[in-house]
C-alpha cells in the first residue's frame, strides 16, 4: 500500500503559477506510474498529466506546454508545475499512483483560478 498527501494549492490570479506536490508514505522508485487528475464541480475526474517510472510523461491537450509533472524518487514525491493558469483549470486536484496491481488517491488539494 501507499498513502499520498497533495499540497500546494490555492488561490492564483489568472496567468499565475502553482506548484503542486504529492508526498508518498514509501518509495515510488517501483510505481510504474504517478499521475495528476482534477474534478471541477459537476465534473468528471480527469487525467491531467502522468509519468512512469521511466519518466515517460503523458499530459492532457488542454494544458500542454504550460504544466510540467515531475518524480524524485528520493524524496518519494511527485510535483505538477502549473504555469499559466486559467480560470478553467479551477479543480480539486489528486495524486494518483497506480503500481501494477492497485490504484491509490490522495485526499485532493484546491486549485482556484480568479479571472
Known amino acids: 500500500q501507499v498513502q499520498l498527501v497533495e499540497s500546494g494549492g490555492g488561490l492564483v490570479q489568472a496567468g499565475g503559477s502553482l506548484r503542486l506536490s504529492c508526498a508518498a508514505s514509501?518509495?515510488?522508485?517501483?510505481?510504474?506510474?504517478m499521475g495528476w487528475y482534477r474534478q471541477a464541480p459537476g465534473k468528471q475526474r480527469e487525467l491531467v498529466a502522468a509519468?512512469?517510472?521511466?519518466?515517460?510523461?503523458n499530459y492532457a491537450d488542454s494544458v500542454k506546454g504550460r504544466f510540467t509533472i515531475s518524480r524524485d524518487n528520493a524524496k518519494n514525491t511527485v510535483y505538477l508545475q502549473m504555469n499559466t493558469l486559467k480560470p478553467e483549470d479551477t479543480a480539486v486536484y489528486y495524486c494518483?499512483?497506480?503500481?501494477?496491481?492497485?490504484?491509490?488517491w490522495g485526499q485532493g488539494t484546491q486549485v482556484t483560478v480568479s479571472s
Open positions: 509519468i512512469t517510472s521511466g519518466g515517460s510523461t
Open positions: 514509501r518509495s515510488i522508485f517501483s510505481i510504474n506510474v
Open positions: 494518483n499512483a497506480h503500481d501494477g496491481y492497485l490504484n491509490y
